[in-house]
Every structure is written in structure tokens, then in C-alpha cells.
């Protein structure tokens, strides 16, 4: 009789002990489960990140082998429990929770689409299943996209909810899943889709169409091996703004880059604010500028000093502007004072001309880059007469001028600046080529000699100016004279080129101009010694101006 008492107790203990280590093992799981939640949640918010130059791994296969991992031990703990001997309710709904929870935040967005959509073009997007190699063979899986708007992106917080109304017609909106052996990866590509049409939302006071904001919606229904029902899976894709013209592309652009740069990670689709520290918007240009340029020369103290006074329209601001706020409608929606253009406009206008033709001179430190004509004086004060600096426009969307100091009517000097570069103009004559031309500008900032400095991209090509062979003319726009002021120089970067630097120890008073139109004549320079360029900082923004070596 104590022997069936003792046995009976004995048994009641190890099914106590049994129950409570499935508890603890099940809490453990929850644990690690949530870490792997919260790692692809960062993948994806990197991504979007990746949109305005941050840094991003898109290797997926670390997080995949996780998702397996874990789906394994569920799998493992789901048989445990059912040996228990007695149901355990409290368990095997804790178990079914992440088991679902698993199987649908393992649905990735691999490649997304394009974030500007011009209606009837072509684009592809792929999908990504990290238990790809648990799906239970069979019926193919076929995953289907369809385009929502913000408003449906929002309700689709209760999961399976799915929209009801189709506000796009969507070609080649299907994808099997396929899984490839080699690179291990199980995925859905969509070839060739466009959008055929789309439907617009009532807009809101001076909305554009470019600020509205869509996105691909992904769904399916997968069954895993070893478990007993399918699961309806979705994701949505980063936010697109569609267009039906390319002249929309600029502006729609914005509405991307204004997203990506000040959305929370965890936010209401797709809700961004309104205003935003300076010091946010002037981290998020330089990034972009670096990024779609592809250069590690990043924008210094002078630059961020003057796109803060042309966003502001305060040409004398100063102290520290760094938390002043920056407004969307600043940013792309109101032009700039007397100008034609936004800010954004006029921004990517510059990135455009500098990728495309002034990379390596940006890169080596040959150019300035962003400074108004007003701080010009500061710069080129007291130097002799010839001596040059290259600036980005600052009238005109991608334009690139060379700044000089001449010598003025009353026999003092006066600072010129040449009729600014387009994207045009350098495609009919390199940068490197018209400077080469232009004879009274002889020493770039601070007395190198422009031919030693710009050689290597001198081509040796000749032009017939005007189709007549005669020699240039160049159109100058204004001089510069002096005005009291003075320059705050906030938001430090990482290291100044060396014109920067001396323009730091050389700072005068301020300058403001007077228009005034001259004709030169140019000749071409006698060649010298050979130099070349090199790169003598250590940090990513490190270039200095320029460094000679024999």
C-alpha cells in the first residue's frame, strides 16, 4: 500500500517537474523568438534606411537559419507537451502563438520595387521566405501583389484583413515560390510588372500627386511541415509614390526621400512629421549627396553652412542653427525666394550634375561646393589677382561656376563669377578643359597653379568656339565687394579640405554683389611638369583640398 502511495507521489512530482521545465523551456523560446522578431524588424527598417545612403547588409541567410532554428525547437516542445500525459492548454496555446507568429514574420521583402513608379513602366520585386525549406510539398505556392493606399496600408494592422477595394490594376501581379538549392533561398520574383492604372485619393488642400504614397502588398496561403492547418501570410513593401510623367519624377523623389530619412521605425503607415530638426535634414543630404555621388568626401562646415541659409532664406543667420526646424513644405513644396525651383529641386540638381560629370573633381577636393556669393569675399579676400575657387550654382539647378578675383575699374579688385556649367555644357566640354581655357584665372585656392592642379583632366582636345574658331567668350554675372558681417560654422564634419581650412584662419568681412557683364578673350596654357592628386585624410569626409606630389 506504501509502496502505490510512494510510487503515485513519486509520479505526480516528475510530471510537476516535467511541466514546469516545458514552462521554462517555452519561456525561453518566447525570449529568443522576440530577439529574432526585433532582428528583422532592424533588417527592414535598414533597408528603408538604404533609400538615402545608410549603410545596409541585405544577407539574409544568418536570420534565416534562426527562423529555422526556432521552428525546429517549437516543433520539438509542441511533442513534449502533447507526452505529457495530461493536456497542458496554457502551453499548447503559448506554443501555437509563436508558431503563427513565426511562420508569418518570416515573409521578406528580398528586393523591393522601385520607389517612383511611372505608370505602364516595367519593374520586378522579389519576395523572400525564410522557412522556405519547411514548406510542405505539394500544390505550388503562388504568391499574389496587389497596390493599396496609405489609408489600406493602415487597417492592415489586425492580420488577415485584406483590402477591399482595388485602387490600381496591377500587370503580372503573380509569383510562384521557388527555391534555389545553391544559394539556399526560397523566393518569389515578380517579372515585368507595371502598373496599368491607378486610382487617386481626394487630396487635401495643395496636396500633389506626388506626395501621395502607395505600396505593393504581398499575400498568400502556406502550409509548414508538421503542422495541421495553412497560414495566410503578407507583407507590404516600403512605400512608392506613382507617377504618370517623368517631369513628376523630382517630386516624387522627395516624398520618398523625406520618408525614408524622418519615419519612426515602429510608426502608423505611412506617417512622417511635418518638421524636422535642421541638423536631421542636413545629416540626411549629406548621406544622399555621398551616396548617390558615390564619394567619400562628404559636405563640410561651409557647405552645410550655406544650404541652411538657403533653406531659412536668411542669408546673415548665425549662432547655432543646428535645432531650427525645417518644414516639408521648405524642403519641396514653396519655391525659393526669386527663384523658380525648390530647395529639393535645386539639391538634386547639383547631385545629378556631380555624379554624372564632376565626380572625381568633387572627390579629389576641387571643388568648393555649396557657398553663397556673399561669403565669397571672406574666401578670396586679399588674394592675388587670377586666383579662382569652383562653387555650385546657386541661381540655377545644376550649375557648377568659377568664382575669381579681377581687378576692378578704380584699380582695387573685385570678385567675378563666370556664367555657371550645365550638365550641357560639360558634355560639349569637360570642366577640366574649359578651365584650361580660360586664361586670367591662373591659381586655384589658395596659390596652387591651375595648370599643376587640373592636368590630369586636361584632354588636349581643341574647340571651335562658336563654330568659327575664334577664341572664347566667357558671360560673368556679378562682383563682389565688401559688407560687415560674419560666419558661425556649425555642425562640424569630420575633417575640412584645406581650402576650408584656410578659409576658416582668412575670415573677413562679409561681401554683397553688384551685377555686371564682361567679355574675355582666352588662350590655351603651355604644359608643365607632370603632378598628380591624392588623398591625405583619414576620416570618411577627409580630402583635402588639394596635395601635391611629384
Not at 214 to 242: H, N
Not at 248 to 260: E, M, R
Request: with cysteine; charged share 20%.
Amino acid at each position: 500500500m506504501w509502496q502505490k502511495v510512494a510510487k503515485f507521489k513519486g509520479a505526480k512530482y516528475f510530471r510537476k517537474k516535467r511541466v514546469q521545465l516545458l514552462q521554462e523551456a517555452v519561456s525561453s523560446l518566447e525570449k529568443c523568438q522576440s530577439r529574432l522578431i526585433n532582428s528583422i524588424k532592424a533588417w527592414r527598417w535598414e533597408q528603408h534606411q538604404a533609400t538615402i545612403g545608410h549603410p545596409f547588409d541585405d544577407n539574409l541567410s544568418p536570420l534565416q537559419t534562426w527562423c529555422e532554428q526556432l521552428l525546429g525547437v517549437n516543433g520539438k516542445l509542441r511533442q513534449e507537451v502533447m507526452l505529457a500525459g495530461e493536456p497542458i492548454p496554457e502551453l499548447q496555446e503559448r506554443l501555437g502563438r509563436l508558431l503563427q507568429t513565426l511562420i508569418q514574420s518570416s515573409l521578406m521583402v528580398d528586393k523591393q520595387p522601385p520607389q517612383v513608379i511611372k505608370t505602364q513602366s516595367k519593374f520586378s520585386t522579389t519576395v523572400r521566405y525564410l522557412l522556405g525549406e519547411k514548406v510542405a510539398p505539394g500544390k505550388p505556392v503562388l504568391f499574389k501583389a496587389q497596390i493599396i493606399t496609405e489609408a489600406q496600408a493602415r487597417n492592415l494592422g489586425q492580420l488577415g484583413s485584406l483590402p477591399s477595394e482595388n485602387v490600381g490594376e496591377l500587370i503580372n501581379n503573380t509569383a510562384i515560390l521557388e527555391h534555389n538549392t545553391s544559394g539556399k533561398s526560397t523566393c518569389a520574383t515578380f517579372r515585368n510588372m507595371s502598373i496599368k492604372k491607378i486610382k487617386r485619393a481626394d487630396r487635401k488642400g495643395s496636396e500633389s500627386v506626388t506626395e501621395e504614397k502607395f505600396a505593393l502588398f504581398f499575400t498568400t496561403e502556406i502550409s509548414i511541415t508538421g503542422c495541421d492547418i495553412p497560414y495566410r501570410i503578407q507583407m507590404i513593401s516600403v512605400p512608392v509614390v506613382v507617377i504618370v510623367h517623368g517631369s513628376q519624377d523630382n517630386n516624387a523623389l522627395a516624398t520618398i526621400i523625406w520618408d525614408c530619412a524622418f519615419s519612426e521605425p515602429e510608426r502608423i503607415p505611412f506617417l512622417v512629421p511635418e518638421r524636422v530638426p535642421w541638423k536631421q535634414m542636413c545629416r540626411t543630404l549629406n548621406s544622399k549627396f555621398m551616396s548617390e555621388v558615390g564619394t567619400q568626401r562628404c559636405l563640410d562646415n561651409y557647405n552645410q553652412h550655406f544650404l541652411a541659409q538657403k533653406i531659412f532664406d536668411k542669408p546673415d543667420i548665425a549662432g547655432d542653427y543646428s535645432n531650427m526646424l525645417v518644414s516639408w513644405a521648405q524642403f519641396n513644396k514653396e519655391v525659393l525666394p526669386g527663384r523658380p525651383f525648390t530647395f529639393w529641386q535645386w539639391f538634386d540638381g547639383v547631385i545629378e550634375l556631380t555624379k554624372k560629370h564632376l565626380k572625381s573633381y568633387w572627390s579629389d577636393g576641387l571643388i568648393f561646393g555649396f557657398i553663397g556669393k556673399q561669403h565669397l569675399h571672406l574666401i578670396l579676400k586679399d588674394r592675388p589677382n587670377g586666383t579662382f575657387l569652383l562653387r555650385f550654382s546657386d541661381s540655377e539647378i545644376g550649375g557648377i561656376t568659377i568664382a575669381y578675383v579681377a581687378p576692378s575699374e578704380n584699380g582695387g579688385q573685385k570678385i567675378q563669377n563666370i556664367q555657371p556649367s550645365t550638365k550641357r555644357d560639360l558634355e560639349i566640354r569637360s570642366l577640366g578643359d574649359r578651365i584650361q581655357d580660360i586664361d586670367f584665372i591662373t591659381h586655384v585656392y589658395p596659390d596652387l597653379p591651375k595648370n599643376d592642379v587640373f592636368r590630369k583632366y586636361y584632354t588636349g582636345k581643341s574647340y571651335l568656339w562658336g563654330g568659327g574658331g575664334g577664341k572664347p567668350t566667357v558671360t560673368l554675372l556679378s562682383a563682389v565687394r565688401p559688407h560687415r558681417t560674419t560666419i558661425p560654422l556649425s555642425i562640424p564634419c569630420e575633417s575640412e579640405s584645406l581650402t576650408h581650412m584656410c578659409a576658416r584662419a582668412h575670415t573677413h568681412p562679409h561681401t554683397h554683389t553688384h551685377t555686371h557683364t564682361h567679355t574675355h578673350t582666352q588662350t590655351d596654357f603651355t604644359r608643365s611638369s607632370s603632378f598628380s592628386l591624392r588623398d591625405q585624410g583619414n576620416g570618411a569626409c577627409a580630402s583635402p583640398f588639394y596635395s601635391l606630389s611629384p
